[in-house]
């Protein structure tokens, strides 16, 4: 069977934890989109040009899951070009054979708005920046929860895709949720569904 599933939302609401337990459960292949504008915040030089020329190796670089990449990745991420050059590589991977997870924030609204289950997984700041706070160890949690703050009005106030539910997106808020539940709420929407 041929699908995608769409799992969009702000930072640390869950989503790559449900993406990868769901990728599991189907048998098929999940994309972090989140590294690909994290691998291009951090080449340096032109974004534009570091888009259009992403290698595998660049998805590689060991210092793409901290702050500074997220920092960096949001402000590349408000470019057009930026993200023009990186939505075949998206689409190209939706239509793997078997099917495809992708997560990030405009899958279900631009990437791939055909997407036969879109989920958007939200919380509320506070929570997401404990969890993102315990999971990197960096800085302290008032400024996780700061830059959690700042990402989401950048990510939400762009022009160009910004971060928002697809009218046809079911929302789950996972701020009272274990990753546990969480996932086992991801998993009945996408079994009802599919
Ligand atoms: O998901 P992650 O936190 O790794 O994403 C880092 C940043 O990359 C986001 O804050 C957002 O600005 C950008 N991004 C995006 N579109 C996506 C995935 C990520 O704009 N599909």
């Known amino acids: 069977m041929q699908f995608t599933i769409a799992i969009d939302g702000p930072a640390a609401a869950?989503?790559?934890?449900?993406?990868?337990?769901?990728a599991q459960d189907l048998g098929v292949a999940h994309l972090d989109?989140?590294?690909?504008?994290?691998?291009?915040?951090?080449?340096?030089?032109?974004?534009?040009?570091?888009?259009?020329?992403?290698?595998?190796?660049?998805?590689?670089?060991?210092?793409?899951?901290?702050?500074?990449a997220a920092e960096a990745a949001s402000r590349v991420a408000v470019n057009p070009e930026v993200r023009a050059a990186l939505?075949?590589?998206?689409?190209?991977?939706?239509?793997?054979?078997?099917?495809?997870?992708?997560?990030?924030?405009d899958i279900g609204t631009v990437i791939c708005p055909k997407?036969?289950?879109?989920?958007?997984?939200?919380?509320?700041?506070?929570?997401?920046?404990?969890?993102?706070?315990?999971?990197?160890?960096e800085g302290s949690y008032d400024a996780v929860l700061e830059q959690v703050r700042i990402r989401d009005a950048r990510d939400?106030?762009?022009?160009?895709?910004?971060l928002r539910p697809a009218d046809d997106a079911v929302v789950l808020d996972t701020t009272e949720l274990s990753i546990e539940d969480a996932v086992a709420q991801a998993r009945a929407v996408i079994q009802a569904r599919l």
Do not use: C
Request: proline content about 3%.
């Open 87 to 105: 939505v075949e590589f998206q689409r190209d991977f939706a239509r793997r054979a078997g099917g495809a997870v992708l997560d990030g924030r």
């Open 115 to 137: 997407a036969e289950v879109k989920l958007f997984v939200t919380a509320s700041a506070e929570t997401r920046a404990m969890r993102r706070w315990k999971e990197t160890g």
């Open 33 to 68: 989109t989140g590294l690909l504008y994290r691998a291009v915040g951090m080449k340096g030089g032109d974004p534009v040009a570091a888009a259009r020329n992403l290698a595998p190796q660049d998805l590689e670089r060991e210092d793409l899951r901290g702050l500074q």
């Open 156 to 162: 939400m106030g762009r022009a160009d895709a910004p």
């Open 14 to 22: 869950g989503k790559g934890t449900i993406s990868r337990a769901v």
